[in-house]
């Protein structure tokens, strides 16, 4: 995200664009891994929008199965969805192929949470109304894992995928290791809530540090992910029906939005709690689904209609980097910065000039091989002259 979430700029937040491709209430949203497709459920069709142009890419009708719930796979080319109608198996529709590639069999009543496991394109959990929750793999031709012995149960997976939380009631979390499903537990939090509220939603943080609970009350509250310890309450708004209103986290879990009736969206702090602000749109029930964008800085709210939130176009925001002019990508790893760099060539060194004056040397050098030549000469005729004596006869005199 190129925008720095703060308090202005969740206040800032207006409808960009309403849908409304059936006369169904929707029962579930979710966006795909990479953030650039968004798919909505209700018992009429499965609908999948393009983030970007905020348009309906397909509609695959489902009034033969009447779902629930439906999620993506970590492939945002399948989708998964439950059924309510005939029976009570989960489907795999492949977009590409335009069909049913799989199905999964063993609730006894429809599913109402499908929750793929990130980073694996192979597994997810069901949780249904026969208080079951199942692990699938794709590759397996029946569930691989069976929780038993939980109470009106929801389930999470965290960021990395590495542990699974799964509620009973309302009265413990317990965290489980991916690879240790079929044993015990890893940890359990155990609760004692005086309040009648039901617990109708469990999601981790995209930070992994927290856990947020969503209640059929007006309220919802979070706990941390390490020890199950109380964290912060979210209330003041409305929610007269005791439906299961949605709540999420932004990307930087920093706030927390939740749906409230007669169309509201409430906005508040996750740290302190703190009401940032509360916005109203196109919705005019209860705000039931609402979801955030996980990489781009948009969400979308739905009850009959669905709507998507954008901040203002000319409002004031504090960007996290400084765009370029034709630049696209704010945040830049070092590693990128250095590889675009041009590799510096550097210029050849010239060699200092010699400090000795060559002219000089050569003539000292030349004056010294002639004094040499004259040494030569003058020892050569010293010697012809010591040789000549010698051959001289006793009594004999020179010439010189």
């Avoid at 590639?101 to 929750?115: E, P, Q």
């Avoid at 007669?262 to 916005?279: M, Q, S, T």
């Avoid at 830049?332 to 250095?338: H, L, M, R, S, Y």
Wanted: contains cysteine; charged residues 25%; hydrophobic residues 35%.
């Amino acid at each position: 995200m190129s925008m720095r979430l703060n308090d202005d700029a969740m206040r800032q937040f207006r409808v960009a664009k309403v849908f409304q491709e059936t006369d169904e209430h929707k029962l579930s949203l979710d966006f795909s891994v990479d953030g650039r497709r968004l798919l909505t459920c209700d018992h009429a069709a499965l609908s999948i929008f393009n983030c970007t142009r905020q348009a309906v890419l397909c509609q695959v009708h489902m009034h033969h199965y009447l779902p629930e719930v439906a999620c993506f796979t970590q492939q945002d080319t399948r989708v998964l969805h439950s059924s309510s109608k005939h029976d009570f198996s989960i489907r795999c529709l492949d977009l590409e192929a335009r069909s049913c590639v799989r199905l999964f069999s063993g609730h006894s009543k429809v599913a109402h949470r499908l929750v793929s496991q990130p980073g694996n394109d192979n597994v997810f959990v069901s949780v249904g109304r026969d208080d079951q929750v199942y692990v699938w793999d794709f590759r397996a031709s029946t569930h691989i894992y069976h929780l038993k012995q939980l109470v009106s149960p929801l389930c999470a997976f965290d960021p990395a995928g590495l542990v699974l939380a799964t509620s009973t009631d309302t009265e413990r979390i317990e965290i489980h290791d991916v690879r240790m499903l079929g044993e015990q537990p890893c940890q359990k939090f155990v609760y004692q809530v005086n309040d009648k509220a039901k617990w109708t939603q469990l999601q981790f943080a995209p930070n992994g540090k927290s856990m947020l609970l969503g209640t059929d009350h007006s309220w919802c509250f979070s706990v941390s992910a390490f020890d199950g310890t109380f964290q912060q309450s979210f209330s003041g708004y409305s929610n007269q029906q005791r439906q299961p209103l949605d709540a999420s986290y932004t990307p930087d879990s920093q706030f927390i939005l939740s749906g409230a009736d007669e169309g509201r969206i409430h906005i508040w702090r996750a740290a302190d709690g703190y009401p940032v602000a509360v916005l109203k749109g196109n919705n005019v029930g209860p705000v039931r689904c609402l979801r955030f964008n996980p990489k781009a800085t948009l969400f979308v709210s739905s009850d009959l209609l669905l709507v998507f939130w954008m901040p203002m176009a000319n409002g004031v925001y504090d960007w996290v980097d400084r765009l370029k002019p034709g630049e696209t990508v704010s945040i830049k790893d070092e590693e990128d910065q250095k590889e675009d760099q041009p590799i510096q060539i550097h210029k050849p060194i010239c060699m200092p000039k010699p400090k000795v004056d060559v002219y000089s040397l050569r003539k000292r050098l030349n004056s010294s091989s002639l004094a040499a030549k004259k040494r030569a000469c003058s020892e050569s005729e010293d010697l012809a002259k010591t040789q000549n004596k010698e051959d001289l006869e006793d009594g004999e005199i020179t010439d010189d």
